[in-house]
Antibody
Framework: EVQLVESGGGLVQPGGSLRLSCAAS????????MSWVRQAPGKGLERVATIKEDGSEKYYVDSVKGRSTISRDNAKNSLYLQMDSLRAEDTAVYYCARVRLRSVAGILDYWGQGTLVTVSS | AIQLTQSPSSLSTSVGDRVTITCRAS??????LAWYQQKPGKPPKLLIF???SLEGGVPYRFSGSGSGTDFTLTISSLQPEDFATYYC?????FGQGTRLEIK
């Protein structure tokens, strides 16, 4: 059974940092692109970052470029999102999602339950 | 970057109704569009991929169609568990969502 379990969320002050983790199981992580998607309270979905199977390509939404870094450790079956210089507008539930194999459209076929990041003083 | 615009943003509807949600892309694309269902407090669930392919385990009352710039998600006969928010998605861009509410 495919499982994605996020951790690392919490309350952080503006300007602070957090590192989100996603533990993957039930499939071979190294075969899949992976994404982080966020959802601000009461709002829609926004893709934050995506990383290629081997980590050689990374994509970010403009609002987090230069402040966030997506990475992965396939040997540890883990995906990460390092977020720095956090702002109030980064407050959201952050989901880890798997990109379907060979999907040129980036279909997200499995999602974790999400971890809440709250940026507030 | 491509933009996806869904309509309507919300819809009051009843059990048994036929519902159609539209997703319009800002530029012509192939059929690489997906639809997701999200219930409160839960992650999105993939319903349709490649515009019209039903994800495994998804009821047949859900169907998708379209190509180019215009795509639709249809629910043939709305069930109580279908009241949720629906999102279209393509290459990292999501529509703003369509919320189905009970009339």
């Amino acid at each position: 059974e495919v499982q994605l379990v996020e951790s690392g969320g919490g309350l952080v002050q503006p300007g602070g940092s957090l590192r989100l983790s996603c533990a993957a199981s039930g499939f071979t992580l190294s075969n899949h692109w992976m994404s982080w998607v966020r959802q601000a309270p009461g709002k829609g979905l926004e893709r934050v970052a995506t990383i290629k199977e081997d980590g050689s390509e990374k994509y970010y939404v403009d609002s987090v470029k230069g402040r966030s870094t997506i990475s992965r450790d396939n040997a540890k079956n883990s995906l990460y999102l390092q977020m720095d210089s956090l702002r109030a507008e980064d407050t959201a539930v952050y989901y880890c999602a798997r990109v379907r194999l060979r999907s040129v459209a980036g279909i997200l076929d499995y999602w974790g339950q999400g971890t809440l990041v709250t940026v507030s003083s | 970057a491509i933009q996806l615009t869904q309509s309507p943003s919300s819809l009051s509807t009843s059990v048994g109704d036929r519902v159609t949600i539209t997703c319009r892309a800002s530029q012509g694309t192939d059929s690489a569009l997906a639809w997701y269902q999200q219930k409160p407090g839960k992650p999105p669930k993939l319903l349709i991929f490649d515009a019209s392919s039903l994800e495994g385990g998804v009821p047949y009352r859900f169907s998708g169609s379209g190509s180019g710039t215009d795509f639709t998600l249809t629910i043939s006969s709305l069930q109580p568990e279908d009241f949720a928010t629906y999102y279209c998605h393509q290459r990292g861009t999501f529509g703003q969502g369509t919320r189905l509410e009970i009339k």
